[in-house]
């Protein structure tokens, strides 16, 4: 297994002293595949298509959730937490990557979810099935906001706990941009890639944003690393949470969490101009299959 350290902290090196990381990804860099069947079906003549493989970033599960959890669990153990508290929906690849994580790192690190109510497909009872294979204790819930409030007071019982917000993003500007860090250094290793002529520079980029601190910090590290790629964000939560301000928030506050710790890290500022939101792939309700979409 391959743990190889952040590349942000080769751009900035007093990074490396004042933020708080762990190995966990082990493949990295991950690899970039050009997709030559869809180019085929968009009958594009010119333009190429790439998808960056970071579902092959952990040997076990991959995902964005591990670029986050280097530096989010990296901040746990430091504090000598005894375990997580997190919420999702009942099929969570966040909370089911928080749980492996958990017990790959120390059996007594305890993973607590709290799950809101999603229509019950074969990925959520999969999922049921794995959360309870890597020890999670499940605690249900109603709604989204009532369930992340159970989860809040739950903490007040468990102060040596660690309070992981949704998706491991500042949530309407509370928690920690130590997720989004994890995406800035996400951006740092495509650039690499590009200076190494594995693909060119993309004229567009396309993420899913959900808490927004994938993406926010997406946004933050193409802009320091001065990309021209226009971050296209593809909504897919309700505009009560995923929305452009919580991405401007969470990058801007990344970006004062990044200058704090390294003077070299530039105090940019990231505006609705730096990408663009996409709506209407994200059907009636979190967690409800859509009919197939039609391209036109």
């Not at 350290?5 to 190995?23: A, M, T």
């Not at 200058?259 to 709506?279: A, Q």
């Amino acid at each position: 297994m391959q743990n190889k350290e952040p590349s942000i902290f080769k751009f900035y090196p007093n990074l490396k002293e004042n933020v708080p990381w762990i190995p966990l990804i082990t493949n990295t860099p991950t690899p970039v595949e050009r997709l030559n069947k869809l180019e085929e079906y968009f009958n594009l003549n010119k333009g190429q298509i790439y998808m960056k493989r970071d579902d092959k970033n952990h040997h076990i599960y991959g995902g964005n959730k591990i670029r986050k959890f280097e530096f989010i669990f990296g901040q746990v153990l430091k504090k000598r937490k005894k375990g997580i508290i997190t919420t999702g929906g009942t099929g969570t690849n966040h909370g089911l990557a928080c749980a492996i994580i958990c017990k790959e790192l120390d059996k007594s690190l305890k993973c607590e979810l709290f799950l809101f109510s999603q229509p019950i497909t074969w990925h959520v009872q999969r999922s049921l099935l794995l959360f309870d294979f890597f020890g999670a204790n499940i605690h249900t819930g109603g709604g989204d906001i009532s369930t992340f409030m159970k989860a809040l007071l739950y903490k007040i019982y468990k102060s040596k706990y660690y309070f992981m917000t949704p998706g491991g993003s500042p949530l309407f500007g509370f928690g920690t941009s130590l997720g989004t860090i994890g995406f800035v250094n996400a951006a740092i290793e495509l650039k690499e890639q590009i200076d190494k002529n594995i693909l060119p520079e993309p004229d567009d980029i396309f993420i899913a944003g959900g808490s927004t601190g994938t993406s926010a910090g997406l946004v933050v590290g193409c802009k320091l690393l001065g990309l021209n790629s226009r971050i296209n964000i593809v909504a897919v939560y309700n505009d009560f949470i995923t929305n452009s301000s919580a991405i401007i928030r969470n990058a801007n506050k990344a970006i004062k969490y990044l200058h704090k710790r390294d003077k070299n890290v530039p105090k940019i500022k990231i505006t609705e101009n730096d990408f663009k939101l996409v709506k209407g792939y994200l059907g009636s309700d979190y967690g409800i299959k859509t009919l197939k979409r039609i391209f036109l």
